[in-house]
């Protein structure tokens, strides 16, 4: 008899350290660039991603931790840019690299999810793709703060075989399955018989990470190796046969196949009963590579680069009847504002190290405005094996900086000019000077941080 008056306590306890937390649904996409969600000037139909804007918001000054998917995740995660991380993520983990078998997002460096998991007593999942660290399960999202792990580690997988190559690479928490299907259907089935069959009553973080649009990773027997190759089905191509370029094309076939899937898990959502208790936001990880069908237009640049195009993404969020519908905010955010948002709205006082966001919060719920003049630093590494260089940038109110290894530096006035024609180095060498002492005083001191281990 104790022991039950213990219990019943301890769960009351739990509900009211939790009352009025909303969940939150995060669904992040893989190379899907400015031009290719409908609501923002794409040819390819997204009617259901385009739904979230209808009945949300939709940002159009949004922008990614980085131009490239392993720090881009990281800064996502974390909150924190990924200049802090103590592995230099700053460029993409490869699967098969020796190298990077043993580099990873670290234990100090906190997620979002153990925020919430431990500070909000949330309930935590990922469905779909990690790409910060691989080849032991001391490496997985399990330990990393989520309860439910489905999917895969590396940076891209055969859309029909769940494997890189022909190496698995398919999870069920930390043990490796065997899987067939096609990846985009695999990850949305998970997340709707997820969120349908829950039982507990804690609120919920649900980071869906879809591999679409990205290409696949085939595998040729002729060279005995992985290949990049476009993985769209036959019927999702029928649907998009009006687009002439046979790569946008295929691009397409597999955005709408990923659009459907949106629209599938939102339904599971309202379905549930418990639209009006969660934040679902719709973001994408960076810009996208027009070699694999993406575009960008009518930004300037592409997947890890720092112009625009690289690094502005579309981002939607629908929270009925607290985010007013049809709106539109076009002050400067970024991916690392999630983390201090979520722990904001989650009611989580603690406050966590390092984080380099603000919270989103008033601006979505009382329709407030974001300060324009806020400060966003960016910097990518240098990558031999996929023959990429660093590049840096650092964007202070309307001017932003961008230093290009192969084109040089150069100065834009964003607010006048936001697809970068016109470089002002030349009238502004003050502020010129200025913006690049900034970005460089900035990397010291990320840098300083990335080998410490902050207190939890």
């Known amino acids: 008899m104790k022991n039950s008056v213990i219990i019943l306590i301890l769960v009351l306890f739990a509900r009211c350290s939790v009352a009025g937390a909303p969940n939150i649904l995060?669904?992040?996409?893989?190379?899907?660039?400015?031009?290719?969600?409908?609501c923002y000037g794409s040819e390819i139909p997204t009617p259901n991603i385009d739904r979230i804007a209808s009945e949300g918001v939709r940002f159009d000054n949004f922008y990614s931790a980085s131009s490239i998917c392993t720090p881009s995740r990281f800064g996502l995660l974390t909150g924190r840019n990924p200049s802090r991380?103590?592995?230099?993520?700053?460029?993409?983990?490869m699967f098969m690299a020796e190298e990077h078998k043993t580099r990873s997002i670290k234990k100090h460096e906190t997620t979002i999810a153990e925020w919430l998991r431990s500070k909000g007593g949330y309930e935590t999942a990922l469905i779909g793709k990690w790409h910060l660290g691989h080849g032991s399960k001391e490496l997985l999202p399990p330990a990393r703060g989520f309860d439910f792990f489905r999917g895969h580690t590396g940076g891209c997988i055969d859309f029909f075989t769940m494997t890189y190559g022909i190496i698995p690479d398919w999870y069920h928490g930390t043990k490796l399955v065997s899987e067939n299907g096609y990846a985009t259907e695999l990850i949305t089935d998970e997340a709707v018989n997820w969120v349908k069959n829950r039982k507990s009553e804690k609120p919920f973080f649900l980071y869906l990470a879809y591999n679409a649009p990205h290409f696949g990773k085939g595998y040729s027997p002729k060279d005995r190796a992985p290949v990049n190759i476009m993985q769209p089905?036959?019927?999702?191509?029928?649907?998009?046969?009006?687009?002439?370029?046979?790569?946008?094309?295929?691009?397409?076939?597999?955005?709408?196949?990923?659009?459907?899937?949106v629209g599938r898990v939102i339904d599971a959502v309202d379905e549930a009963g418990i639209a009006e208790d969660t934040l679902l936001i719709f973001l994408t990880d960076h810009g996208g590579d027009p070699v694999y069908g993406g575009s960008n237009l009518p930004l300037r640049g592409t997947k890890a680069e720092l112009f625009e195009g690289g690094i502005k993404v579309p981002c939607l969020m629908r929270w009925p009847n607290k985010i007013k519908p049809g709106s539109k905010i076009s002050s400067p955010a970024s991916a690392l504002d999630l983390f201090p948002t979520f722990a904001g709205l989650a009611e989580i006082k603690d406050e966590a190290p390092f984080l380099d966001g603000e919270n989103l919060g008033p601006a979505l719920l009382e329709g407030g405005t974001l300060a324009g003049d806020r400060e966003l630093f960016w910097e990518t590494g240098r990558h031999d094996e996929l023959g990429r260089k660093g590049w840096a940038a650092l964007r202070r109110g309307k001017h932003k900086y961008v230093n290009s290894p192969k084109e040089g530096e150069?100065?834009?006035?964003?607010?006048?000019?936001?697809?970068?024609?016109?470089?002002?180095k030349g009238e502004m060498p003050e502020l010129m000077k200025e913006m690049r002492t900034r970005w460089e005083t900035l990397a010291a001191e990320y840098h300083a941080t990335n080998a410490a281990k902050p207190e939890r």
Do not use: C, H, Y
């Open 410 to 424: 150069f100065l834009f006035d964003i607010e006048k000019d936001p697809n970068e024609v016109t470089d002002l």
């Open 233 to 261: 089905q036959a019927a999702d191509l029928k649907r998009v046969e009006s687009i002439d370029d046979k790569i946008r094309r295929e691009f397409a076939a597999m955005t709408v196949n990923l659009d459907d899937g």
């Open 85 to 93: 991380s103590q592995e230099k993520l700053l460029s993409a983990l």
């Open 26 to 38: 995060l669904i992040f996409t893989d190379d899907q660039g400015w031009n290719d969600v409908g």
